[in-house]
């Protein structure tokens, strides 16, 4: 008897690992591309600008992510989707993280035929966006029309894995002083009304907005309400468009 069960035990825990390897595959962990091309249907009017959106660290297959970039889609406004974590799966200089905000941010350009882009960063990908753009050249800098900070958290990981996301590791940085540089484009950090940890509020200068929704880091799961708050914020404060 006990070694029928230590048998159904261990296929157990054999069906569990591939369950799970299965499913980090589908949430694109062991991709070489990291990018999504989101485009309006077709006889859209075309926008003047595209977004960049940079996903979570449980990557762009999954969660809120994909479904606030649909409804910048929805009107009309292509997306560039960025992989946090295939990405990030492998250990990241903060050298590494300016090459590619720049990289995402001259290929959003390039794919959509665009002048101005709006990057967006949600979690994991929003404290990718803050620390890598103050290395941004001034070249550059003047077609980022705006930035949208979602739930970022005040500590940077340069590595994205389950450790991270259980707590298992310690940050590699802490967000202020990056955050803190954000002060030569318009923007938004959007918080969760009971979230702890939050980076919004140390951001205080005065190109960046807040808004507070309900909930905690994960907003209630609420992708329609993150992405209200992000289009009237660009509507709003967006500069060029």
């Not at 591309?33 to 449980?58: H, N």
């Not at 960046?208 to 329609?224: C, F, M, N, R, T």
Request: some cysteine.
């Amino acid at each position: 008897m006990l070694k029928k069960i230590a048998i159904g035990f261990v296929a157990l825990i054999g069906l569990l690992l591939i369950g799970g390897s299965a499913y980090v595959t589908y949430l694109g962990y062991f991709s070489d591309d990291p990018f999504t091309v989101m485009r309006p249907p077709e006889g859209a009017q075309k926008p003047d600008y595209a977004i960049a959106f940079l996903s979570g660290d449980m990557g762009f297959n999954a969660g809120m992510g994909p479904q606030i970039a649909r409804g910048f889609v929805n009107d009309g406004v292509p997306v560039l989707g960025f992989n946090s974590l295939s990405w990030f799966r492998h250990r990241r200089t903060p050298e590494d993280v300016n090459a590619i905000v720049q990289d995402i941010t001259r290929r959003t350009m390039r794919d959509f035929g665009v002048e101005k882009v709006v990057l967006i960063g949600q979690s994991f990908g929003a404290d990718a966006l803050h620390l890598g753009l103050p290395a941004m050249p001034r070249a550059l800098r003047k077609h980022v029309a705006f930035v949208g900070l979602v739930v970022p958290t005040d500590t940077v990981f340069l590595k994205a894995s389950p450790a991270e996301i259980f707590n298992w590791s310690p940050p590699d940085l802490p967000a202020a002083p990056s955050a803190r540089e954000l002060t030569w484009v318009p923007g938004v950090c959007i918080h969760g009304e009971t979230e702890d940890h939050s980076l919004c509020s140390v951001m205080t200068q005065p190109n960046i907005a807040h808004v507070a929704l309900p909930g905690g880091h994960y907003l209630d799961k609420d992708s329609e309400a993150v992405y209200r708050a992000l289009s009237n914020a660009i509507a709003q404060r967006a500069r060029g468009l």
